[in-house]
Nanobody
Framework: QVQLVESGGGLVQAGGSLRLSCAAS????????TAWFRQAPGKDREFVST????????DYADSVKGRFTISRVYAKNTVYLQMSSLKPEDTAVYYC????????????????WGQGTQVTVSS
C-alpha cells in the first residue's frame, strides 16, 4: 500500500504563487509514476502534471505549461507542484496520485490517491 498526503493549498490572489506538497509513505519503492490532477465544482477530474518516480519524463497540461513545475525531493519521498501566475480558472481541489504500473494523463492509470487540497484563486 502507498499513502499520499497533500498539503499547501489555500487562498491566493490572481498572479500569485502556491506550492503543493504530496508526502508519500508505505511501499514507495513500488511507485512507477506520480501525478497531480484537479477537479473544479461540476467538472471532471483534470490532468495537471505527471512525473516518473525517478524524476524523469515530466509532462504538463497545456493550460498550466510554463506556469506549474512538478518536482521531487528524494530524501523526503515528497512530490511538489510549484504553481505560479495563478489564474481564477486554476481554482479546484488538487489531488496527488501514484501509480505502481503506469502513468500519463488518464486517471484510471493511477491506483493511489490523496485526499485533495483546495486551491482558490481570487480575481
Amino acid at each position: 500500500q502507498v499513502q499520499l498526503v497533500e498539503s499547501g493549498g489555500g487562498l491566493v490572489q490572481a498572479g500569485g504563487s502556491l506550492r503543493l506538497s504530496c508526502a508519500a509513505s508505505g511501499r514507495t519503492f513500488s511507485i512507477y509514476s506520480t501525478a497531480w490532477f484537479r477537479q473544479a465544482p461540476g467538472k471532471d477530474r483534470e490532468f495537471v502534471s505527471t512525473m516518473r518516480w525517478s524524476g524523469s519524463n515530466t509532462d504538463y497540461a497545456d493550460s498550466v505549461k510554463g506556469r506549474f513545475t512538478i518536482s521531487r525531493v528524494y530524501a523526503k519521498n515528497t512530490v511538489y507542484l510549484q504553481m505560479s501566475s495563478l489564474k481564477p480558472e486554476d481554482t479546484a481541489v488538487y489531488y496527488c496520485a501514484a501509480s505502481t504500473y503506469s502513468g500519463g494523463s488518464f486517471p484510471p492509470n493511477y491506483n493511489y490517491w490523496g485526499q485533495g487540497t483546495q486551491v482558490t484563486v481570487s480575481s
